[in-house]
């Protein structure tokens, strides 16, 4: 089976450079060298590209996808579509494979039928528009408050009225809604193309959905998922998720040894 791809998110890699007081450049090499391929990262990010690709190329590293908010429920139509064909021609330049779009939260006093028909129809465009670009376009599991994609049920609505949408599995939002992950997998993974592999602290009251750890350092048993999903065929990447993590040094090198060591032994 083949060996998955493992990136780590783009901030994560500059709040090291920062801890440290390193150079990007020395940073990307170390992040190489824990075994990651490439990096997830944010629109916003890409404002100097030529001088980031030198970078990543001389490291052996890649952007693999690109995310950005465009919030369909709230803003101009138009200023979506931009910022929609904004995102999409970004990541086609850097040879990122898909793309991640945060599509809004309702807010108290929203239509919401009518704000998921926008964003049903918003993504649909972006499907289209990515269709010609060789991309796919994601939504995830997210875990703001208002979100219309954060269940189980909420995700399985959208993808089912955006025929050509993939799935960003992210393994640690569905707990914000006191859902499981393993649940999830079997009924979203027709249309998974990339997963983020986010894990959960426990509390006293059970999973704490504050708190994100290393891969493989918390109560989400994220290591039988890893081995259910590449036993069901998931040959696509991951990438490694611990916004808010006070060492993201340590944390992406815990993480990178936990997939890679459950990667060995599938």
Known sequence: MKTNELSVFHHHVLEFAKARGIPLAEALAATRAMGFDGL?????????????????????LRIVSVYDWIDFVHDDPAAC???????LRTAKEFGAANVLVLPGCFREGDDEAAGLDRICGGLSDACRLATSLGIDVTIEDFGLPGSPNGTIAGCAAILERVPGLGFAFDTGN???????PHDAWPLLRDRVVFVHLKDRASGPHGLDVSAEVPVGDGALDLGRLVRRMRADGYAGGFVAEHFGHPDQEAAMRR????????VSRC
């Open 255 to 262: 993480s990178a040894d936990f997939f890679r060591g459950i």
């Open 81 to 87: 579509a931009r910022r929609t064909e904004e995102l």
């Open 174 to 180: 569905f707990a914000c809604y006191g859902e499981d």
């Open 40 to 60: 997830v990262t944010e629109r916003a990010l890409l404002s100097d590209g030529d001088a980031l690709k030198r970078l990543l190329g001389a490291n052996g």
